[in-house]
């Protein structure tokens, strides 16, 4: 079981938002602004969308945007494109001994 | 251009050891932390290690704690994981990541991949 609870899938048409949640308690999502998101595409490495709970790093299209409130954080993707389609893990610091908590990961489908 | 070259996996015994290497290039080495994080066979990522870019804060998660050791060498941009006492649960894709800030006391996100080393574990 996994530190950082996501949902196992959502699936949204193309132009469609969806919002993948990330759920943690106060010991890491809801006390620290240190969520990041990453999108995993099959057979290759993670690439990170998002840090600091709502930052993209450059290069992450704006349709991209994250948030948090209280012990979830969420990934919001905008105007979904075919190319989206991938696994999505967010991961948080964590004041445990386990300095980094991921969530199970969440598998997006455009439809 | 950044890179990151893992290398040193394969299948091991259980009980034995390994040690992986990461070679990086493309950026100030010494200017960043750096993690190992792993992903099992149709699984999720987990957080194995993550070292400061002086060395001077390390850790760990607990499933590996007191078995691997992580460790750079910044003369030479490269990040280690010696794994020790290797049971079955290793078994995984090891990717080594950099990290955006030099420190582990916050942030913890990881802006550049390698492509992964694989590790088996099995008799």
């Known amino acids: 079981q996994s530190a950082l609870t996501q949902p196992a899938s959502v699936s949204g048409s193309p132009g469609q938002s969806i919002t993948i949640s990330c759920t943690g308690t106060s010991s890491d999502v809801g006390g620290y602004n240190y969520v990041s998101w990453y999108q995993q595409h099959p057979g290759k490495a993670p690439k990170l969308m998002i840090y600091?709970?709502?930052n993209r790093p450059s290069g992450v299209p704006d349709r991209f945007s994250g948030s948090k409130s209280g012990n979830t954080a969420s990934l919001t993707i905008s105007g979904l494109q075919a190319e989206d389609e991938a696994d999505y893990y967010c991961?948080?610091?964590?004041?445990?001994?386990?300095?980094?908590?991921f969530g199970g990961g969440t598998k997006l489908t455009v439809l | 251009e950044v890179q990151l070259v893992e290398s040193g996996g394969g299948l091991v015994q259980p009980g034995r050891s390994l040690r992986l290497s990461c070679a990086a290039s493309g950026f100030t080495f010494d200017d960043y932390a750096m993690h190992w994080v792993r992903q099992a066979p149709g699984k999720g990522l987990e957080w194995v290690s993550g070292i400061s870019w002086n060395s001077g804060s390390i850790g760990y998660a607990d499933s590996v704690k007191g078995r691997f050791t992580i460790s750079r060498d910044n003369a030479k941009n490269s990040l280690y994981l010696q794994m020790n006492s290797l049971r079955a649960e290793d078994t995984a894709l090891y990717y080594c990541?950099?990290?955006?800030?030099?420190?582990?006391?916050?942030?913890?996100?990881?802006?550049?991949w390698g492509q992964g080393t694989l590790v088996t574990v099995s008799s």
């Open positions: 600091e709970v709502s």
């Open positions: 991961s948080s610091y964590t004041s445990s001994s386990t300095l980094v908590v």
């Open positions: 990541a950099k990290d955006i800030s030099a420190g582990l006391g916050g942030g913890m996100s990881f802006d550049y």
